[in-house]
Every structure is written in C-alpha cells, then in structure tokens.
C-alpha cells in the first residue's frame, strides 16, 4: 500500500495533536469518577435542551473530523478516521433517541460488573489518547513513495 502524501500525514497528526489529549484528559478523569457521575446523568437528561445541544456538538464535532480527515491510510488515519465516525453517530443517536441512550448509561451505572466494564473500555481509550498524542507530537512524516 503506498504511503499517503506528505499532506494527508500532516492533516493526521494534526488531528491527533487535539484529539489525543482530549481524549486521554477525558477518558481517565471518566473511568475515575464513573460510579459518582449517577447525579450528574440524572440532571443532563433532565433538561432535554442540554441533551439536544449536547448531540448537536457531538454530531457537528464528528463531521469536522470526518470532513476535514478523508485519509485512511495507516492505523494512526484509521483511528482519527473512525474516531470522527464514533462521535458523529453518537451525537446522532443522542438527538435521535436520548432515552435509549438514558437507559444504556443508567443500566450502566447502576450494575457493577457493567460498571467495571466501562472503566476497563475507558481505561482503553485514555491508552488510544495517549498513543495519539504521541504519534502527533513526537513522530514525524513519513515520504511517500
């Protein structure tokens, strides 16, 4: 497979300059305080109008990714790529079916062996959060063939 342009690779580590800390910074303090986060739930789904801005910032977020990322080549532009995808669908899902979404995090919350589940995926995001902030910080391009 030939080696995406010197452009496209830029464009890559780009993104994952922004969204490797985020995701990192986020996903730990996450999987941390996850089993404290059943009063904050309860109060978003509350007030539907935080939910509706709150899928509306997830669904434009991901199509700046998924806009502005069109490569595919090599698995850091496929983890940017599909990052791009993950949030637009979920910010789609959040506007389209919030209570289904409430009922997933509640059942979620509320189980303990569900609970340690997620804290082990977040646990496995910060990691992917961490390889993307190295990858746009600290490697460099490669030249195309």
């Given amino acids: ?12 580590r780009a993104f994952a300059r922004v969204i490797g800390p985020y995701v990192a910074t986020f996903t730990i303090v996450y999987a941390i305080r996850l089993p404290a986060l059943i009063g904050l739930v309860d109060e978003l789904f509350a007030q539907p109008v935080l939910v509706w801005l709150l899928g509306a910032l997830m669904l434009g977020g991901g199509l700046v990714v998924i806009g502005g ?14 990052f791009g ?4 669908v979920r910010g789609f899902l959040l506007i389209a079916t ?3 979404i409430r009922s997933g995090v509640d059942a979620t919350l509320l189980s ?3 609970t340690l589940v997620a804290r082990v995926f977040f646990g496995l ?3 992917m959060g961490l ?7 600290f490697t460099k391009p490669k030249t195309p063939a």
């Fill in 1 to 12: 497979m030939p080696t995406a342009t010197l452009a496209a690779q830029e464009r890559t």
């Fill in 69 to 82: 990322h069109r490569s595919w080549r090599g698995p850091l532009a496929v983890t940017i790529s599909l």
């Fill in 85 to 88: 995808w993950f949030v637009a």
């Fill in 98 to 100: 919030p209570s289904a």
């Fill in 112 to 114: 303990p062996a569900a």
């Fill in 125 to 127: 995001l910060a990691a």
């Fill in 131 to 137: 390889l993307l902030t190295y990858a746009g910080w």
